[in-house]
């Protein structure tokens, strides 16, 4: 089955605790510190396979973790490095952030990644404490956390050429005999309920890849009928095929009222190069209309061509007029920006306090946090470098601006402490 949105839960793993050790060594009495460091926590990557064409893997696991970093140990081992967790997903996958709602990346090219949960860093062990003044630090920092996150992404097909017109115009008819593609072909609107590609073939070295782009009725851009699940696709191709039945009550009515909802969803694709076709000229009665249905399209400024697919007549004659104008087509800077997924933090140590309901004080900032965390609360000298910190921040300033009285509960991320001066 054929999925283009899916939601998925990430999540990286911890970084590796740093140790606190020191030489233990026969004849070697006075042995300095030689904690190693954490390993790095696991991160969840998405790379692009050109070889996968939906989201469809997701449907069966939408959880992923990633492991987390090695402990430090004695004798300055550092902790392994856990392995990333890297997905694949299909070229034009949209990836964004479902809390926030922000665009975290768009990936097009062939094994771009993008990563969406980093690897907490590892903590640093004690040996990395090491000054002329504490030769030997009791000290040291517990790895970082990783992150987890809920992601929508959504599949914006990539073709060359778009067919597309009202349902039952005979656009799967004609994408199954100008490709390799097999849709499902009935004689009822929305028989197409997914979009199907194909790659068409011009000669041994020229080929475009088409996209049998789901009827569209009035009020698409609003979401009716098929509705937005597929007038995004419409958004990646180059050119346009239209294909407007020639047994219609009104042809060139079709013909606008698509126009219109493709312009009401995306203004951009109003611009877009279109090749328009008459289908359905096997049938009598739209033979003899032919030069009344071009003269009305003529009138308007269009020019249209006549095609039977059932018949294949005039199909070479689309192709080719599809072929030139892409060859033609200029396409624009894309329209999605380039935004990176981390970006510096304009106040690393940056905080504010806050008044808790049971009247104790919070200290919220993601720098402060993040120095908690990688706090040893159980030594001494760790927890004197946390309070260091602060003071050097302006922490306590903070506090008595705040209103805050010594002996008073102050808490920053899980951990809480009295506040004493």
């Not at 990286?12 to 300095?32: I, L, Q, T």
């Not at 009222?257 to 000229?281: G, H, Y």
């Amino acid at each position: 089955m054929f999925y283009d949105e899916i939601r998925i839960f990430v999540a990286s793993g911890d970084g590796g605790n740093g140790a606190v050790h020191f030489r233990r060594e026969k004849y070697v009495p006075r042995g300095g510190p030689d904690g190693g460091d954490g390993g790095k926590g696991g991160s969840v990557i998405l790379q692009v396979n050109p070889k996968v064409n939906t989201l469809s893997s997701f449907q069966r696991q939408q959880h992923y973790r990633a492991e987390r970093g090695g402990h430090g140990g004695g004798s300055n081992k550092t902790g392994r490095d856990a392995e990333d967790v890297i997905l694949a997903v299909p070229p034009g996958t949209i990836v964004r952030d479902e809390g926030t709602g922000d665009l975290l990346g768009d990936l097009v090219e062939s094994e771009q990644q993008l990563v969406v949960a980093r690897g907490g860093r590892g903590g640093r062990g004690n040996a990395r404490f090491t000054t002329s003044r504490n030769q030997a630090p009791r000290m040291a920092e517990k790895g970082d956390a990783g992150e987890e996150r809920w992601l929508t992404l959504e599949l914006k097909l990539i073709a060359d050429v778009g067919i597309i017109g009202i349902p039952n115009a005979g656009k799967s008819t004609l994408l199954s005999m100008v490709t390799n593609a097999t849709p499902k072909i009935a004689a009822y609107p929305f028989t197409t309920l997914q979009p199907n590609l194909g790659v068409a073939r011009l000669d041994n070295e020229n080929s475009m890849v088409f996209a049998d782009i789901p009827g569209l009725i009035e009020g698409a851009h609003l979401g009716a009928g098929l509705g937005h699940a597929f007038l995004r696709h419409i958004q990646r191709t180059h050119v346009l095929i239209h294909l407007i039945a020639g047994d219609a009550q009104d042809p060139f009515a079709d013909f606008s009222q698509i126009n219109a909802e493709l312009a009401l969803f995306d203004e951009r694709l109003s611009d877009r190069p279109q090749v328009v076709a008459i289908t359905k000229i096997d049938i009598p009665e739209v033979r003899e209309k032919m030069e009344e249905i071009e003269a009305v399209f003529q009138q308007a400024g269009v020019k249209v061509m006549f095609i039977s697919a059932l018949a294949r007549e005039g199909l070479r004659e689309l192709l080719y007029a599809a072929w030139n104008t892409l060859q033609a087509y200029e396409p624009e800077t894309d329209e999605v920006e380039e935004l990176p997924l981390y970006r510096a933090e304009a106040d690393p140590m940056g905080f504010h306090i806050e008044r808790e309901m049971d009247g104790a004080w919070r200290i919220v900032g993601k720098g402060v946090e993040r120095a908690a965390r990688r706090t040893y609360w159980e030594y001494d000298e760790a927890v004197r470098r946390f309070q260091k910190m602060l003071f050097s921040i302006g922490v306590e300033d903070a506090l008595r601006e705040a209103g805050a009285e010594l002996g008073e509960t102050v808490r920053v991320g899980e951990y809480e402490f009295e506040w004493i001066d």
